[in-house]
Nanobody
Framework: VQLQASGGGFVQAGGSLRLSCKVS????????FNWYRQTPGNQREWVAH???????NYLDSVKGRFTISRDRAKATVYLQMNNLKPEDTAVYYC?????????WGQGTQVTVSS
């Protein structure tokens, strides 16, 4: 499984960005998709989850602002981020779960200025 994340950038507080994660390779049997984020010196933090059935979960601090979704035809997972805050600044990573294993993309930088 290969993951290619994109869509990061620089935005002012209150702005929006949409991250994309293109999934390729053995996409059969993928059970869930996640977005994580990481800031320097800190552990990677889980942000959002969408299951194969479409159920979603979010980190409390992003509820109501972020939306995870997927397009099966494009084999792509998205993270729509609205009302961004400086504390959302991080490298964002997509992750998929397949047959008990996790796979990671390369990360995309999101910077939110105050």
């Amino acid at each position: 499984v290969q993951l290619q994340a994109s869509g990061g950038g620089f935005v002012q507080a209150g702005g929006s960005l949409r991250l994309s994660c293109k999934v390729s390779g053995m996409v059969v049997s993928i059970s869930a998709f996640n977005w994580y984020r990481q800031t320097p010196g800190n552990q990677r933090e889980w942000v959002a989850h969408i299951s194969r059935e479409g159920s979603t979960n979010y980190l409390d601090s992003v509820k109501g602002r972020f939306t995870i979704s997927r397009d099966r035809a494009k084999a792509t997972v998205y993270l729509q981020m609205n009302n961004l805050k400086p504390e959302d600044t991080a490298v964002y990573y997509c992750n998929v779960e397949r047959q008990g294993r996790g796979y990671w993309g390369q990360g995309t930088q999101v910077t939110v200025s105050s």
